[in-house]
């Protein structure tokens, strides 16, 4: 039986997938089964943040493999306090905590929101309802869901989970309106990614910081796919010039192996205290040593500067292509409008000609490895003009 068909028969049909099987990959190139490569503007959603098996990423991986690759949470690992000082280093957050994916980690907020709320004005306050954004995207757990600003993702698996009020992005009549003394925090995505590669307005993003400073409400931010250096900066706030109260990363935070991170400022650090959190995998070791080699090359001398280069070279080629309307986003998170062309219809194409891209709702998204050359980003391109122009 083949690959497909074996799979298939095991395997839940959660996702609509390509009739591809990918075997292995290096620099920024994947190849399937049959040896046909694909250039790669797509990281595997993100997360392929220094493209296929980077040497040295591959290498300390392997190595902590052969070291230790667990341990539970009953101890300590270098590699864990290695890492979180490094992030900690580049982000500004003091205290982090450790799960496996976006989810876990917007889980992880979500209950350092409520808990703070709790602790400082008591049960009594019912000061537990988070504001999320229409069209945001959270996750996929039946709370991270119930956050989503989605009807669409709020059908089957009922009862929800209680408390998510939403507010129309970049509405700032909309936020006040519903900004009262039920709510513990704001949530929200600088550049919505599911949603379509819509970033927030400058002008909203201050009003969100302005009241719930104000009111004592955390703003949560979740760069789970705007951070690691995806827009530009390390985390996509710097270039808001705010800094909230809990940020959450995942996808590119570790290069393909899974890490959700749920960083906390001081006024966050100390509200899950012991027992009230945790996970079986949360900081484990090759994950934290995969996230280690990401932290270090993303932030080192020079290497946002690239990101940002190649960024803009990619979005000045872009607009040289007849069906290209737009490009939202910032740094290496883009999304393309089309003019008359359907943004799933092009996906498949770019896929048929050896590409791999991204759809948001009706864009073209483009989340290429930060570390792709000059040369890679030709040939997709040349892909793409033959499918744009
Ligand atoms: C992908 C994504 C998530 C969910 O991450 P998982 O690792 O799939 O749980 C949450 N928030 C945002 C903004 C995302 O892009």
Redesign the pocket.
Known sequence: MNTIDKFNEHVMGTYGRYDVVMEKGSGRTAIDENGREYIDFGSG?GTNSLGYCDEDWAEAVCAQVKAIQHTSNYYYTKVQADFASKLAEVTGYDKMFFGN????A?ECAIKIARKYSFDKYGKDAKRYNIITLVNS????TVT?LSATGQDVFHNYFFPFTEGFINVEANNIGDLKAKLDDSVCAVMM?FIQ??GGVNPLDKAFVDEVFKLCAEKDVLVIA?E??TGAGRTGTFLASEQYGVKPDVTTL??GIAGGVPV?VCLANEKCAGVLSKGTHGSTFGGNPLACAGGLVVVNKVSSEGFLDEVNKKAEYIRSKLAEMDEVAGVDGLGLMMGIRLKTKSAADLCKACLDNGLLVLTAKDKLRLLPPLNITYDEIDRGIEILKGLLV
């Open positions: 959603i994916s976006g989810a876990e917007n995207f959270h996750g996929r991270t995505e990614g599911e979740d789970v796919q995942a996808k959700g």
